[in-house]
């Protein structure tokens, strides 16, 4: 199958922090992909802003190395890169004082699509907003992308929804969770609401629970100032973890619409449990000695540069949702870096029967529908055959398996998550993006766990590189008679 390219609006995208790691690695490869797949129109324009002084010839070397580093060997056409170099201008900008905004002002046309990128630290992002308004540069149509964390507890994301709303209107607020602009995660939908098979079943009367996976092998690398301020629950949970958790429980929206599908995951949120101290565990992992061929590892301490940190790197927990459809099921979810294989998954287990038919040998295995985010992205239900052969009526599990690259011809042009959202924003479709109210929901449910950790001055467990996490993980789901699925390459 191939897939379509709808181009999109001329747009002037102004990207702020467009020298930094983000744009560097992904927003602008991102945007060469989408301008080699013909969904750039003409007259697309593309103006990086930081304080950093340089030239625009400067500047389009910067984005040609990044070119090169991030983007496939196949897609790297000399001609296509002078083509969308072309695009670029640079104008050095200062979030905080008076440089660069009036040349950036008169670079601006009208009657085109303004979006601006707020791809800098979040202590900006106010700011941004601010003199976007005081230099009159964006106008009632603009749009702003918003880079994430958004907040670190309830009270910071209120006060950056009120700074922002007091010159934008929510219309105009793009809050980026790019693991909604994944490809599977939208498939999620589809595969919810556009079959009659499944929802029928998406209930607590037939499922016994679900599993949400994101295991990284990477650790935190050059984030580590960030990160130890965050952790696994600020940095993955209350965003992205919780956003897969909403689509896979939120009711059906009335259209695939930007506030019906927010009004549902809002609903969710709302209806979440909190989390006992028994029924979340948290990890940090330790460092490795060099062994045969391979280097010593740091470990999170020494990778934060923070011998004394409480952070976790690693963190599992149980919840439930308190409404008509899912009340009784949990919801399992855990993430962590440096583990075994980088896997991410959503993974629904159905009850059993209410009877058995075949001997006790064939005790009833699971069915299991498993939708895998990456890598591999596509979808396994597992089902009881009967054993292939002569040995008479044996159960033996069958996957029917689908894999999403399997049925895509190779030249399908499937973008990745910011490619997507980027689209999705000069297209002003907010409906893979977090609304104002659905991103305090989720901090008003994390703040009161993390805070009862941190009253009780908790200690994350060890666990070594490579693993799948503490030990004491395993114990929050055996204690309930169910095992975490295998965190597979
Ligand atoms: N990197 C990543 O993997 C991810 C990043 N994010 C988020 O994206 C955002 C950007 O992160 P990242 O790219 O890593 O950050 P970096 O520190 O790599 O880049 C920051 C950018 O902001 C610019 N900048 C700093 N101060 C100012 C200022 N006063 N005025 C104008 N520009 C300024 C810097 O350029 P200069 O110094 O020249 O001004 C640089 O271009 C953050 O909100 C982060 O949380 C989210 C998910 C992943
Ligand atoms: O937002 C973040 O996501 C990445 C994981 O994203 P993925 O698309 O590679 O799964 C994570 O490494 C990072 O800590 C977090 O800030």
New binding site residues.
Partial sequence: MVSRVIPVDPFDLVIFGGTGDLARRKILPGLYRRFLAGQMPEDARIIAAARSEMDEDAYRAFVAEAIAEFVEPGHRDKAQIQAFLARLSYVATDAKGSDGWDSLKALMRDGVVRAFYFSVAPSLFGALAEKLHEYGIADGDSRIVVE?PFGRDLASARALNATLAAHFNETQIYRID?YLGKETVQNLMAVRFANSLFEPLWNAQHVDHVQIT?A?T?GVGGRGEY?DRAGAMR??VQN?MMQLLCLIAMEPPYKFEPDAVRDEKLKVIRALTGVGHDEIVRGQYRGMPAREGRKAEPSYTEDVGNAHSRTESYIALKVGISNWRWQGVPFYLRTGKKLRNRI?EIAITFKEPPHSIFDEDDAWRENVLAIRL?PDEGMTLTVMIKEPGPGGMRLTEMPLDMSFADWLSEDADIPD?YERLIMDVIRGNQTLFMRGDEVEAAWAWADPIIAAWEDRGERPHGYDPGSSGPEDALMLMHRDGRRWREIRG
């Fill in positions: 994430k790019h994101v990284e990477v990160y940095d993955m992205h991410s990456q998550a």
